[in-house]
T-cell receptor, first 113, second 114 residues
Framework: AQSVTQPDIHITVSEGASLELRCNYS??????LFWYVQSPGQGLQLLLK??????LVQGIKGFEAEFKRSQSSFNLRKPSVHWSDAAEYFCAVGLSGNTPLVFGKGTRLSVIA | NAGVTQTPKFQVLKTGQSMTLQCAQD?????MYWYRQDPGMGLRLIYY???????DKGEVPNGYNVSRLNKREFSLRLESAAPSQTSVYFC?????????????FGEGSRLTVL
């Protein structure tokens, strides 16, 4: 069955430290890949997306993600985390055609001083 | 720019009561969606409308009905609310249901069923 897995439910990092959030998918074909961020009490906002081409994609707020076909992964990274990055992060996957996105269960990021 | 607007933002219901969540988008998007968000479950799709005049079930449609009133509006109705429907509901829209379909989300509606 098609699925999106975010293995980490909750991650805590120190401000200024680097960050990597994991996302794995299980689809027959290469899907379209997204990362969304949700600040407390807010809706979701798109951070970045991958459709094709360069496997390293840049997003807003200094985030980047790398698509690795061999590992069926699309991990989100940031070199230096800021306190304002504390939020919940969702990986989402979609296929071509008339199908909605499927979301992972999310990873909550806490940032400590 | 309003984007996606949901009403109400908060609602408390008693078991068995009915209510409708309203959603409107002003981006001329073709597709609209209703998701629910529960702790540890991520976002789960309830219903979606790929285009005006069509609706389809998502992952968790039981207990819900939807109406795509026009291109702008997509409502979600709970006919007989149950405590299991306590959740945060998000409406979203996209230009197309297929890719590249970036979703734009409303701010959510928090529903509590007692």
């Amino acid at each position: 069955a098609q699925s999106v897995t975010q293995p980490d439910i909750h991650i805590t990092v120190s401000e200024g430290a680097s960050l990597e959030l994991r996302c794995n998918y299980s689809y027959g074909a290469t899907p379209y890949l997204f990362w969304y961020v949700q600040s407390p009490g807010q809706g979701l906002q798109l951070l970045l997306k991958y459709f094709s081409g360069d496997t390293l994609v840049q997003g807003i707020k200094g985030f980047e993600a790398e698509f690795k076909r061999s590992q069926s992964s699309f991990n989100l990274r940031k070199p230096s985390v800021h306190w304002s990055d504390a939020a919940e992060y969702f990986c989402a996957v979609g296929l071509s055609g008339n199908t909605p996105l499927v979301f992972g269960k999310g990873t909550r990021l806490s940032v400590i001083a | 720019n309003a984007g996606v607007t949901q009403t109400p933002k908060f609602q408390v219901l008693k078991t068995g009561q009915s209510m409708t969540l309203q959603c409107a988008q002003d981006m001329n998007h073709n597709s609209m969606y209703w998701y629910r968000q529960d702790p540890g479950m991520g976002l789960r799709l309830i219903y979606y409308s790929a285009s005006e005049g069509t609706t389809d079930k998502g992952e968790v449609p039981n207990g819900y009905n939807v109406s795509r009133l026009n291109k702008r509006e997509f409502s979600l109705r709970l006919e007989s609310a149950a405590p299991s429907q306590t959740s945060v509901y998000f409406c979203a829209s996209s230009l197309l249901a297929g890719m590249p379909g970036e979703l734009f989300f409303g701010e959510g509606s928090r529903l509590t069923v007692l």
